[in-house]
T-cell receptor, first 117, second 114 residues
């Protein structure tokens, strides 16, 4: 079975600074997808960034980028120029590429990010 | 497009009762997945429905069930409620048209069992 681990329950960053959230996962599959989701206090889960395991190039979405290390099974999220609106709980998630599992996300425990003004 | 909607947003039930939660996916999305979120267990996958068929199921007791209608709207039912069923229940819809099958989440239903 696949598992996702986020070892940092809480992180804090100064506004405009950079922060990195860690995520490791365990799987025996070679083809899969990884995601970072953001859940602000309003509770609406929002997709931040996604990565296909077969792509070596790290995904980037504006101020958000990932460091995907497939051999190490590591998938960290870097937030540059942190803004107050980035304060939220961040979840790392795994999804198998097999056809029967496209609707199943496996989540880590989450990291609460505090942004200090 | 309108987002994923869930009703009701808040619910208080008594132990032993049953409850039905509803989820309306984004128009055109045929897949609906349900998750339970609790402080202790985090986010756990309940089940996924695609074209009115349950395609995948998580590790939850049979008290948790669901269904999907021809318009892709989905309901989940929890029978014989227990205190431990208190949680935020999230549903997510996705389109089979992209390789990512990106899931879009609703705002959730907060269930409190007393």
């Amino acid at each position: 079975a696949q598992t996702v681990t986020q070892s940092q329950p809480e992180m804090s960053v100064q506004e405009a600074e950079t922060v990195t959230l860690s995520c490791t996962y365990d799987t025996s599959e070679s083809d899969y997808y990884l995601f970072w989701y953001k859940q602000p206090p309003s509770r609406q889960m929002i997709l931040v960034i996604r990565q296909e395991a077969y792509k070596q190039q790290n995904a980037t979405e504006n101020r958000f980028s990932v460091n995907f290390q497939k051999a190490a099974k590591s998938f960290s999220l870097k937030i540059s120029d942190s803004q107050l609106g980035d304060a939220a709980m961040y979840f790392c998630a795994y999804r198998s590429a097999s056809s029967g599992n496209t609707g199943k996300l496996i989540f880590g425990q989450g990291t609460t990010l505090q942004v200090k003004p | 497009k309108a987002g994923v909607t869930q009703t009701p947003r808040y619910l208080i039930k008594t132990r032993g009762q049953q409850v039905t939660l509803s989820c309306s996916p984004i128009s055109g999305h045929r897949s609906v997945s349900w998750y339970q979120q609790t402080p202790g267990q985090g986010l756990q996958f309940l089940f996924e429905y695609f074209s009115e068929t349950q395609r995948n199921k998580g590790n939850f007791p049979g008290r948790f069930s669901g269904r999907q209608f021809s318009n892709s709207r989905s309901e989940m039912n929890v029978s014989t409620l227990e205190l431990g069923d208190s949680a935020l229940y999230l549903c997510a819809s996705s389109s089979a048209g992209t390789s990512f099958h990106e899931q879009y989440f609703g705002p959730g239903t907060r269930l409190t069992v007393t």
